[in-house]
Each structure stands twice: as C-alpha cells, then as structure tokens.
C-alpha cells in the first residue's frame, strides 16, 4: 500500500472509526490507478489465483513423474477383473502401463478398448498431484486447473510428490491446488488448434492445450483416426515429444517454450493401423496391442456377467440357439459388447410386453431383429 501511495495509483478517503494507525484507513483508487487497470485489464482479464512462474510449474511436473508408479500382475488383473481379457491381453499390458509411455490399441469394434483404457486410469490414477491453477509465462496468463479434466481431491487425503508426501493439515501454497492425477479424454474434436496454447481474445489469457492438462496422468486419443485433423498430422505433431517426453507450445508473440510431456498417451482405434500410420510412427509407439474378438468361451462369460448385472435370467441352451442362429448361420463376428447391447434390447421388449426379462428363443429373436443390421 505504501507503494501504491507513493505512486498515486491510491489515497486515503477516510479512518474507520474502529482501530487506530494505518490499519483504520479506507483507501479509494485514484485517476492514475484507473489508468493502470486498465491497461492491465487490456494485457489480460485473468481474475484468480496468481499464476505460479512457469520454471516452478516445471519442476513441480518433474518431481511428480507419473512415469516411476509401477503395477503388478496381481494389481492388474484385480483392478481389470470386471472386464474378460485373455491372459495374452493382461500380460502385454502391464509393461505397457509400466513403460509410462504410449499404447496403441487397435482391433474390431466392441471389444473394449475404451473400457480398458478407462480401466487403467483408475487403477494408475490413484496417487494425487498437485497443479496450479495458473502458470505466468513470458508476461502471459495460461489457465491449466481446468473443472471438467481434473478432479479435485478431498482435503483428507495425502499427496504424494516424488518419494515424499505431503498431508493437507500442512500449509500450502493457496496457488495450488490438489488432483486426482487426469485422466483425460479427448475424440472427434481434436483439431491442430487445440494441442497448442489457445489464446482468448475476450478475456487475454491462453487455455493450455490437452496435452499439458493430462501432465503426470494419461491421454486417450478415442476413436483415433475419426478427428477433424489427419492422423499423419497429429502423429507427426508428436513424433518429438513421444520420444524426447518434451513438447514445444508457442505464445501468439512467436515465443517458444519447451514443456515437460509427462502423459501416458492411449491411442484407440478399430480402423486397420496401415490406413492411419506408417512404419516410422509405429516405431515411436511403444506399445501395441490388438484387442481381438473374444471366444465363444469369452461370450459366455460376459453374457453370463451381463445377465446377472441386468437381473436377466440366464440359460446355456438359449445362447447356444443366439450363437447358431445368429451368429454361425450368418457368418457374424462375436464382439464382446453384444451381450450388454442385446440384453438392453431384451430389458425394452419385456418392459413393452410386461413380461419377465429372461433368455427365451422368442425374445433373443426379436432383440436380435432389432439389433443387427446385415452390412
């Protein structure tokens, strides 16, 4: 205050009458302090937490690598039993999860490889981190706690950084706040634009790009291939920060910075691999694992998890009369969400009938009718 005294920018209006000492005064923006709010309001309308200098935002992601969290055979096939995956599956990747790297998993549609990548963010997304709602870089504001991406972690809870940990009863910096390490999902409206610093024209300040938000988490790249931008584009976009683990983002001044890339980037698609990327990008991709379709053991599992979940009553005979029917007789692949697909259809058409859900001929016939469609 005694600065902004000196400057002019402030003046005493009046004491109140409780107190005495400069503790007392009332104090009124001047003319001159008008006009150097305003011109910090043209620079940038951040109101919030201070940002936290972008060095100290960098060592803060160095110290909390994601990369050093390990799992085990036990711990994968715990946190993933709700799922049916073969013993290959599960052996190809826990060293995957463990590499901290990237995972390409391709193969039909419906098998599941968004429940697996889903699965694995909250098994290897536990821990807690802590990042600041706001880095200042080069004179610029970038927003990076963002409300829908990162989940906020109850204030009993214990953070851990590096080796150490540190308990919310300690005081902390209130330009931090503490997370859930992200899990983040981004599918068809991905675009170049938006894995680089976007800048806001109304209120002067940049949004960090996806890839910054899931520092210290994961990254799942849904449906790849189905974006508003080429697969080629995007890989190539990525080819140094997948095998440097450092990014490059650019100010609109033309400045650049280069930005730790601490993400466990998933790639999922069900188009062929060949139709999106060449042999150099697959080389980049640490990991990579078809999920194929499951067994006609597999089926029945599911099938049998999904009627007990749905309250439908099971029966051997009427899947093996599903899987004659319409499946073998109609040359039709076996995809591991048919069975949830074709119980909802079964749940809607004896709600309709008032009837018991349950597996008959009849209605697995009109699920079925009313689920596929010859291609």
């Given at each position: 205050?005694?600065?902004?005294?000196?400057?002019?920018?402030?003046?005493?209006?009046?004491?109140?009458?409780r107190g005495?000492?400069?503790?007392?005064?009332?104090?009124?923006?001047?003319?001159?302090?008008?006009?150097?709010?305003?011109?910090?309001?043209?620079r940038?309308?951040?109101?919030?937490?201070?940002?936290?200098?972008?060095?100290?935002?960098?060592?803060?992601?160095?110290?909390?690598?994601?990369?050093?969290?390990?799992?085990?055979?036990?711990?994968?096939?715990?946190?993933?039993?709700?799922?049916?995956?073969?013993?290959?599956?599960?052996?190809?990747?826990?060293?995957?999860?463990?590499?901290?790297?990237?995972?390409?998993?391709?193969?039909p549609?419906?098998?599941?490889?968004?429940?697996?990548?889903?699965?694995?963010?909250?098994?290897?997304?536990?821990?807690?981190?802590?990042?600041?709602?706001?880095?200042?870089?080069?004179?610029?504001?970038?927003?990076?706690?963002?409300?829908?991406?990162?989940?906020?972690?109850?204030?009993?809870?214990?953070?851990?950084?590096?080796?150490?940990?540190?308990?919310?009863?300690?005081?902390?910096?209130?330009r931090?706040v503490?997370?859930?390490?992200?899990?983040?999902?981004?599918?068809?409206?991905?675009?170049?634009?938006?894995?680089?610093?976007?800048?806001?024209?109304?209120?002067?300040?940049?949004?960090?790009?996806?890839?910054?938000?899931?520092?210290?988490?994961?990254?799942?790249?849904?449906?790849?291939?189905?974006?508003?931008?080429?697969?080629?584009?995007?890989?190539?976009?990525?080819?140094?920060?997948?095998?440097?683990?450092?990014?490059?983002?650019?100010?609109?001044?033309?400045?650049?910075?280069?930005?730790?890339?601490?993400?466990t980037?998933?790639?999922?698609?069900?188009?062929?691999?060949?139709?999106?990327?060449?042999?150099?990008?697959?080389?980049?991709?640490?990991?990579?694992?078809?999920?194929?379709?499951?067994?006609?053991?597999?089926?029945?599992?599911?099938?049998?998890?999904?009627t007990?979940?749905?309250?439908?009553?099971?029966?051997?005979?009427?899947?093996?009369?599903?899987?004659?029917?319409w499946?073998?007789?109609?040359?039709?692949?076996?995809?591991?969400?048919?069975?949830?697909?074709?119980?909802?259809?079964?749940?809607d058409?004896?709600?309709?009938?008032?009837?018991?859900p349950?597996?008959?001929?009849?209605?697995?016939?009109?699920?079925?009718?009313?689920?596929?469609?010859?291609?």
């Open positions: 205050m005694e600065a902004l005294k000196r400057e002019k920018l402030v003046e005493i209006r009046s004491a109140q009458n005495v000492g400069e503790g007392s005064y009332q104090y009124a923006i001047t003319g001159a302090g008008n006009h150097r709010a305003h011109e910090a309001l043209q940038s309308q951040y109101a919030g937490p201070a940002p936290v200098p972008f060095s100290g935002y960098t060592e803060a992601i160095l110290r909390q690598s994601f990369g050093r969290k390990l799992v085990s055979d036990f711990s994968l096939r715990e946190n993933l039993a709700h799922l049916v995956l073969s013993d290959e599956i599960f052996e190809r990747i826990g060293p995957a999860v463990n590499s901290g790297t990237s995972l390409f998993l391709y193969g549609p419906g098998n599941g490889k968004t429940s697996i990548a889903h699965a694995l963010g909250n098994m290897t997304l536990s821990e807690t981190m802590y990042i600041p709602y706001a880095i200042f870089i080069d004179g610029q504001v970038v927003k990076l706690y963002d409300a829908v991406n990162h989940k906020l972690v109850p204030n009993d809870e214990t953070t851990h950084l590096g080796t150490g940990s540190l308990r919310s009863s300690i005081h902390r910096d209130p931090w503490r997370i859930r390490r992200p899990f983040i999902v981004v599918g068809g409206e991905l675009n170049m634009e938006s894995l680089d610093l976007v800048f806001d024209d109304t209120n002067l300040y940049y949004e960090a790009p996806f890839q910054v938000k899931a520092n210290g988490g994961i990254l799942l790249i849904d449906d790849f291939g189905r974006q508003q931008i080429r697969p080629r584009d995007l890989l190539n976009r990525w080819i140094v920060p997948l095998e440097n683990r450092i990014d490059y983002l650019t100010l609109h001044t033309g400045k650049k910075m280069e930005v730790p890339f601490d993400v980037v998933v790639f999922s698609t069900n188009l062929p691999p060949r139709d999106l990327v060449d042999e150099a990008f697959l080389r980049r991709l640490r990991h990579k694992i078809r999920v194929s379709d499951p067994s006609y053991e597999d089926f029945r599992e599911i099938f049998k998890r999904v007990s979940q749905k309250g439908i009553t099971y029966n051997d005979g009427c899947l093996a009369y599903l899987l004659q029917e499946y073998i007789k109609r040359n039709r692949k076996l995809r591991a969400n048919h069975p949830r697909d074709l119980c909802d259809q079964i749940i058409i004896s709600r309709y009938l008032s009837i018991e349950t597996m008959s001929e009849d209605l697995i016939d009109r699920a079925a009718q009313s689920y596929f469609v010859d291609l």
